[in-house]
């Protein structure tokens, strides 16, 4: 199968809306969620799109389809589409991010960084999302370098890092020695994130914002002057919503 033929599975397509985390925060944007991802993470927010129980509502859809749906919410205006998942890089982007460039869209896509693919560097941004200890996950820093190199410095890439614990706080660290070039978002994990299915599931604020204030003191405690501390706008909105 050529790239052009190809399909993407997809768990949803929606916005316009705003971005609500990292270094396009505030920005609206359409998303596009893919289905299915390699990792599995402890607080992982968005189970519908890796949960296997949930690949029924997951479709294989022909990039011409995915484009026209992204075409009908933007109203046919070019805006910011972020491809997100589950893990994006899973999925065959290429052929559709070559046709959104050509009407002037853009596009940003956020992995953990696990799998590199040679269209990174036809993003035009790149979020790498490393998981901390508290995911349970173990990061493949050879991987996370490819992705690196993948992007041949054509796009913009970004380090973005839940924070959760100490720990999490010093593998953060870790992580921005490791990639000094790579501007740094932090920013508090939800630790209250909707069950599979469960949207309606209540946020714990109060503890997500103290976090928050614990993470903006321990980054000028620190003198950690090149990092930027941001909440997740979307969840100080909307709580555990899906698809806003
Ligand atoms: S990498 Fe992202 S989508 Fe995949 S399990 Fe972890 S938090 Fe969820």
Not at 20 to 37: A, N, Q
Not at 121 to 127: E, P, Y
Not at 218 to 242: E, I, M, S, Y
Request: contains cysteine.
């Amino acid at each position: 199968m050529t790239d052009t033929h190809a399909a993407i599975r997809v768990s949803e397509i929606f916005g316009p809306t705003i971005q609500g985390e990292g270094v396009l925060i505030g920005l609206p944007t359409v998303f596009i969620r893919t289905g299915g991802c390699d990792y599995r993470c402890s607080w992982c927010d968005s189970l519908h799109a890796v949960d296997n129980q949930f690949r029924s509502e997951w479709e294989m859809m022909p990039i011409n389809a995915v484009w026209q749906t992204v075409v009908t919410l933007s109203g046919g205006r070019p805006v910011m589409v972020s491809l997100s998942g589950g893990n994006p890089a899973i999925q065959p982007f290429r052929a559709l991010i070559e046709r959104g460039h050509r009407e002037g869209y853009r596009f940003a896509l956020e992995t953990q960084g696990s799998v590199a693919r040679d269209w990174f560097a036809d993003l035009d941004v790149l979020v790498l999302s490393p998981k901390p200890p508290s995911s349970e996950m173990r990061t493949d820093w050879a991987a996370l370098e490819a992705c690196v190199d993948a992007a041949q410095e054509k796009p913009q890439i970004v380090l973005k890092l839940v924070v959760f614990d100490e720990s999490d706080y010093v593998y953060a660290k870790g992580a921005a020695e490791r990639f000094p070039r790579l501007p740094v978002y932090l920013q508090p994990g939800n630790h209250t994130p909707p069950g599979p299915g469960n949207e309606d599931a209540s946020v714990d604020m109060d503890g997500i914002m103290k976090r928050m204030e614990w993470l903006v003191e321990k980054v000028t405690g620190d003198r950690w002057f090149d990092a930027r501390v941001l909440p997740q706008l979307h969840v100080l909105l909307w709580g555990n919503k899906r698809a806003v």
